[in-house]
T-cell receptor
């Protein structure tokens, strides 16, 4: 079955450490996204990528970095520069060019800074 | 800059009645709108969508209405069921830039 997989489901990080969240999809989708959800808040866009080797900043890109070396993979690195990294992170993908279809989401990664 | 807004954080309705969830947007470049349903600790799942060239789209119990001049869309659920209790997000597309509202928590009481 095609889908989008995020790993790990739970992640603990010490302050000052970088950590990378994995997102893999086998849907042959061109566009991929990273969102952050905080308690009681909606989904805020961190980064998105329309094609391989290209990505754009979203609303809250500071303290995060991404890469898109393969169509299937869009890892997100939470750097030590991110002041409040504890949150629920969601990865999504859609077909491109903008065929106007729904996004498929992974199950999310809950990151906790300890 | 919140380009997609859901001003009601929560909504409670009785089973069998209509649920109406509202969403406003500020960016006139958005041309496709979607509603997602989300349970805790899971990714959102797609519910229904509407193109900016339409003003209504219906799928079973779910209907989305779009008022472009008011930059407003709404999701109607009729009849509401307890299983509909979840957080509902509206989303909007501009090319491949997809933005979400803050969500509305719907509670359907038996």
């Amino acid at each position: 079955d095609g889908g989008i997989t995020q790993s790990p489901k739970y992640l603990f990080r010490k302050e000052g450490q970088n950590v990378t969240l994995s997102c893999e999809q086998n849907l042959n989708h061109d566009a991929m996204y990273w969102y952050r959800q905080d308690p009681g808040q909606g989904l805020r866009l961190i980064y998105y990528s329309q094609i391989v080797n290209d990505f754009q900043k979203g609303d809250i890109a500071e303290g995060y970095s991404v890469s898109r070396e393969k169509k299937e993979s869009f890892p997100l690195t939470v750097t030590s520069a991110q002041k409040n990294p504890t949150a629920f992170y969601l990865c999504a993908s859609t077909r491109y060019p903008a065929e106007r279809t729904e996004a498929f989401f992974g199950q999310g990664t809950r990151l906790t800074v300890v | 800059d919140q380009q997609v807004k859901q001003n009601s954080p929560s909504l409670s309705v009785q089973e069998g009645r209509i649920s109406i969830l509202n969403c406003d947007y500020t960016n006139s470049m958005f041309d496709y709108f979607l509603w997602y349903k989300k349970y805790p600790a899971e990714g959102p799942t797609f519910l229904i969508s509407i193109s900016s060239i339409k003003d209504k789209n219906e799928d079973g119990r779910f209907t989305v209405f779009l008022n472009k001049s008011a930059k407003h869309l709404s999701l109607h659920i009729v009849p509401s069921q307890p299983g509909d209790s979840a957080v509902y997000f509206c989303a909007a597309y501009n090319n491949n830039d997809m933005r979400f509202g803050a969500g509305t928590r719907l509670t359907v009481k038996p």
